[in-house]
Structures are given as C-alpha cells and as structure tokens.
T-cell receptor, first 114, second 110 residues
C-alpha cells in the first residue's frame, strides 16, 4: 500500500528546460516536504508546507518553486534546470500536532539533466 | 557547527557484532529524534523514533537519548550483512521539519 507516491521515478530533462516533479499522499498528513539528495550526501530540505503555509529554506535557489493545490498533492517545479540540479528528489510527509511523528518518504525521483 | 552531526564513517563491523552510531544536535528545543536507514539508490526508511530520555528497544535496535548532552545514539546488536546501509539521524523541532545529519555508512562483513 503505497502511502507517498512520487512520479516519475526517473526524469531526464534538458539543460534549461522546465521540469515538474509530483508527489501525492494517502496519509492525510498536514506537512509535506521536498528534499534534494545528491550522491553520498544527506537529504537537504528545500521547502515544506505546513497545511497551506509555505516555508522556504533560506538557501533554496529561486530556480526551485513548489505548489500544493490540496492536502494530497505537492509539486516541485524547477524553472531552468542546471547540471548541478541533477539529484534524487525526495518527497516526505508528516503529521504535526501534539507529539510529532516521523517523516514518511516516497521512493524518490532521480533527475538527470543533459 | 552543523545542526545535526553524526560520527564520521564509514563504520565496518563483523557479522554478529554490535554497531554503534552516534549523533549530536545543536538545538536544545528539539523534541523528536529519528534514525533512518537508507540503502543505496533508495529513499530513507524509519528504523527508530525516540522522544524521551533513556533507552528504547525494538528487536535488535536500541535508541538512546540524552537531552542534557544533546546526544542520541543507535545500537544494532547481532549485526547482519543486510544491515549494511547509510544511517541518517534526524531531529525535529517545533516547526515540524526534519533536519538530517550527513549519515554514517555501515558495512557488516560476513
């Protein structure tokens, strides 16, 4: 039973061509996260939504945008991908309120920029 | 200083030994602490969560938390080759976001 689903699993895009990654969840969690993970590095938080409130990390490039049209879906838009944006992009959800819960991760989207 | 620091790896232990993974964090108001296991090319999966000082055991895994020392650890008893992976320590604050350490790569040799 997949709970956090990311599409596509693999994405190849051209340098400078906009690309959108998608994430959906069936957990009804109020927080959704986007992480970027490069090889042999820790996941790096790009931004997260607490319900509809968008929280951008200070060092997230303007090239990265996000949308959360409803509780279940969240999108990551990369406006002009560069070679340095090639990475695994991880979507995660958690339920925040009272005792905080762990993050549930999707399977990730591996982005290649050519 | 990084918000979450893990002992540098890689860590190699023989099969059947105890593997000890350590993590320190800088934000004293942190409330929730997690250990994730990540196999190469896969997404992180939760191994343990701990919220209160002391030990928490789940099968071969024991998490230890000391908020006064801002320290959390993971012990893996009877290590198996299938435990070979990168282990990520994550810390949550009131803001609800998880901050990860850089990870420690564990290799269990048969």
């Amino acid at each position: 039973d997949a709970m956090v689903i990311q599409n596509p699993r693999y994405q190849v895009t051209q340098f400078g061509k906009p690309v959108t990654l998608s994430c959906s969840q069936t957990l009804n969690h109020n927080v959704m996260y986007w992480y970027q993970q490069k090889s042999s590095q820790a996941p790096k938080l790009l931004f997260h939504y607490y319900d509809k409130d968008f929280n951008n990390e200070a060092d997230t490039p303007d090239n990265f945008q996000s949308r959360r049209p409803n509780t279940s879906f969240c999108f990551l838009d990369i406006r002009s991908p560069g070679l340095g944006d090639a990475a695994m992009y991880l979507c995660a959800t958690s339920r925040v309120g009272g005792q905080f819960t762990e993050a549930f991760f999707g399977q990730g989207t591996r982005l290649t920029v050519v | 200083q990084k918000e979450v620091e893990q002992n540098s790896g890689p860590l190699s232990v023989p099969e059947g030994a105890i593997a000890s993974l350590n993590c320190t964090y800088s934000d004293r108001v942190s409330q929730s602490f997690f250990w994730y296991r990540q196999y190469s090319g896969k997404s992180p999966e939760l191994i343990m969560s701990i919220y209160s000082n002391g030990d928490k055991e789940d099968g071969r895994f024991t998490a230890q938390l000391n908020k006064a020392s801002q320290y959390v650890s993971l012990l893996i008893r009877d290590s198996q080759p299938s435990d070979s992976a990168t282990y990520l320590c994550a810390v949550n604050t009131n803001a609800g976001k998880s901050t990860f350490g850089d990870g420690t790569t564990l290799t269990v040799k048969p």
